[in-house]
């Protein structure tokens, strides 16, 4: 007889880093020793992991294990696992990748324990695809992350944005942000958190980050990778609502991004990697079998 069990644990603070295992034995043969499973180690997230989460939702950063992260339904933290060989980083803002390419929380570390080495010369930016028309109140769960050297305190890290049609870049003031400085080989590290209010006139505009270094002041100004904006309308869901609690949409403008709407909110989640959005199977999968999928 094979069993199953699915089993419910309790877990208490002291559980964190404890080891779980299962044990059998089989009473037709009481005389042989027990088989046990393979061990497991416990990895707890707070359970207030999702208080300030402000959208149905949102991933955020597993607070001590690299290959798993939170996922906040509403304010409802559930652990989840990234695919084999994939993690989520501190500087990721939604979706797991190759381990190699991110940084884990431990400064200095990756998720295989090898030494990151800092460029300073380098620019970090990663946007949320959580990107509506017209929200007036920040959703603080979807921030986009820039990070970078600024030196000292003289130094400074700006976000900058070139409107469709327009030639230069210009400066521009988020509606929220929050800053993390970290001293790394005697210079200050950045990492600016922040959430813009998009507006019309900013649909295919592009973003970047630029930086100066306050120890470094002759060297010019040092930009991040510029990205250009895949708004979603505030009225998207109005337009497409179909009477639901919950219900996920194709993106208008790409395939690797969908649209959930909560009542008759848009909010956008990305696909993880390069995978494309299924509307009819209801989840990501590759672009190639998605047959919905202008790409």
Not at 5 to 21: E, H, P, V
Not at 76 to 83: E, K, L, S, T
Not at 135 to 143: G, H
Request: net charge negative; with cysteine.
């Amino acid at each position: 007889m094979h069993r199953k069990i699915d089993l419910r644990i309790i877990f208490t603070s002291d559980m964190d880093k404890a080891i779980i295992r299962c044990s059998v034995i089989n009473k037709h043969f009481p005389d042989s020793p027990a088989f046990y499973s393979n061990y497991e180690t416990v990895f707890l997230i707070p359970g207030d992991a999702c208080n300030d989460n402000t959208v149905f939702l949102s991933n955020r950063v597993h607070p001590t294990n690299c290959h798993y992260y939170i996922e906040c339904q509403n304010t409802v933290p559930y652990g989840r696992a990234c695919q084999y060989n994939y993690c989520f980083g501190i500087y990721t803002v939604e979706t797991c990748s190759p381990c190699n390419d991110l940084t884990c929380r431990t400064v200095g570390s990756s998720c295989t324990n090898t030494t990151v080495v800092q460029q300073h010369n380098k620019v970090n930016m990663t946007v949320h695809s959580d990107q509506v028309v017209g929200l007036t109140a920040p959703r603080i769960s979807n921030l986009h992350t820039c990070s970078g050297f600024i030196g000292n305190q003289t130094g400074d890290m700006q976000i900058e944005i070139q409107l469709f049609g327009n030639y230069n870049y210009e400066a521009i003031r988020p509606s929220y942000t929050t800053i993390t400085d970290t001293t790394v080989n005697c210079e200050i590290k950045r990492i600016l958190k922040f959430w813009i209010g998009f507006t019309e006139a900013m649909y295919n505009a592009t973003i970047r980050c630029r930086v100066i270094n306050g120890l470094h002041l002759d060297v010019s100004p040092i930009y991040s990778n510029s990205e250009t904006l895949q708004l979603v309308s505030s009225d998207f869901c109005n337009q497409n609502f179909n009477g639901t609690i919950t219900n996920k949409y194709h993106h208008p403008t790409t395939c690797h991004r969908f649209v959930t709407c909560v009542g008759n909110l848009p909010v956008v989640q990305a696909c993880a990697g390069v995978l494309c959005f299924s509307l009819e199977k209801d989840y990501c999968d590759d672009c190639p079998v998605v047959k919905t999928c202008p790409e």
